[in-house]
C-alpha cells in the first residue's frame, strides 16, 4: 500500500432497532407509534417507527469520538425506555423476538415503503420482526464507498458472528447464533453486496433487480454494505442489535477502522477481493449458525478458522487505523469480553439455562439494553 497514514477519523453514526417487551408476559408488544409519540421534543429527530409496531429505532447525529457516540446511544436508548414506561413496557436489544411478537401483517408500521414492501413480499415478511444495528462512516464519494464494499464483503460473515444476538424466536431456541440473519437471508435484496466494478455496475445491477420486483428501489438497496442514499455514508447493516452500548461503540469503532483501510485500498488502485458470492453466502449462513464461539469459514481464503482467529486477523488488518484514531484499546477490551463472556446469543443461552425460563433472558436483555439509573 503507497499511503500508510489513513487522516483524520470520519465522523461515525449509529442506528439501532429495539424491541417492545410487555413486562408481564415478556412478549414482544405492538405499540411502536404510541412509544415514539412519548418521547420529548429534544430526542424527536433521533426516534422513529420500524418496520413493524413491535419496534422503535434510535439514531444517533455524526460522532468524531467514541465517548461522545456512547454519549449519544446512552441518550437516545434512555429517551425510548423512558418512553416505553411510560406505555408500560420496556425497551429490549436482542436481534429477534425472544417470546411471542409474530411480526404479523396487520402490524406493519405506517410508512408507505413498510407496505409496498408488504405488498412485494408477501407472507415472507410475516415474521420479520427483527432488530439490526447500522454503522455509518462518513465517505460522501459514491463511486469509492461501491468500491470500499467490495473491500468489506469479505469481512462480513466475522462481523455476523461477532455481534449474534439472535438464538430465540418466537419461544424456542432455534439452534442458531442469530436467527435474524436466517430470516433476512430469504430475500432476494438482502445480504452481501455484489462486487461491483464501478458505480455504474453497482446501479445497473439495482436497477434491474427492482425491474424484477426482487428489490423495492433501484435508489434504496438494502444490501448488508451500501452508498447511503440519503447520506453522505457508507453503512454497514449485517449485524444484530447489541444489548451493550460498549459493545455497539467497539464495533462501530472496528468498521470505522475497516473502512479507512479499505478507502486507502482504493484510492492506490486496488477494486478489492473478488470473493465468490456462493462461499460469501455459505460464509455468512455458518457465521449465524455457530457465532463467536464457533468455527466460521474466511471468506479470503476458503479456510474454516476460528471465529478469535479471523478477529485477529482483522485486527491486524486495520490496526494502524485504529491507532491512528485512539481506537485501539476499545476494540481490544471487546474482543477480551467476547472472549471471556461470548457473545449476545451465548449470554442469552446461559441467563435460560440459569432460569427460570425465557422470561430470564428477557429481563436480562431489558437491562442490558438500558440499566436502572440511566433512565
Known sequence: ?????PGPP????????????DPATRSAAAAGTRVVARVPPALAERVSGEFTEYQVEGKTPPCSRLDDLRGELL?????????ARAEGLRLCASGTPVIGGDGGRTDIGRHPRYRAGAEQYRAMLDD???????????????ETAVLTGNHLRPWLPLLVAMTANS??????DTGYASWRSVIRGRFPCLGPPPYAESLEDHDRLATA???????????MPFWDVRPNPRLPTLEVRAMDVLSGVDDTVAVTALIRALVAT??????????????GAELLRAACWRAARDGWSGHGVDALTGRVLPSSAQAARLVEHVRPALRAYGDEDEVTAFLRRLSLRGSGAERQRARLAAGPGLGA???????????????
Not at 441518550?75 to 418512553?83: D, H, I, K, S, T
Not at 479499505?262 to 470473493?275: L, N, S
Open 10 to 21: 470520519p465522523t461515525i453514526g449509529v442506528e439501532e432497532e429495539f424491541l417492545l417487551i
Open 361 to 375: 433472558v428477557v429481563d436480562g436483555l431489558v437491562e442490558e439494553t438500558c440499566p436502572v439509573g440511566e433512565e
Open 167 to 172: 438464538p430465540f424466536h418466537q419461544g424456542r
Open 209 to 219: 433487480m427492482a425491474a424484477a420486483e426482487a428489490m423495492l428501489e433501484p435508489g
Open 128 to 142: 420479520f420482526a427483527v432488530c439490526a444495528f447500522h454503522a455509518h462512516v462518513h465517505l460522501p464519494d459514491r
Open 75 to 83: 441518550r437516545v436508548r434512555a429517551g425510548l425506555a423512558a418512553a
Open 262 to 275: 479499505a478507502v486507502q485500498r482504493v484510492a492506490d488502485g486496488d477494486p478489492g477481493p473478488r470473493t
Open 1 to 5: 500500500m503507497k499511503n500508510q497514514d
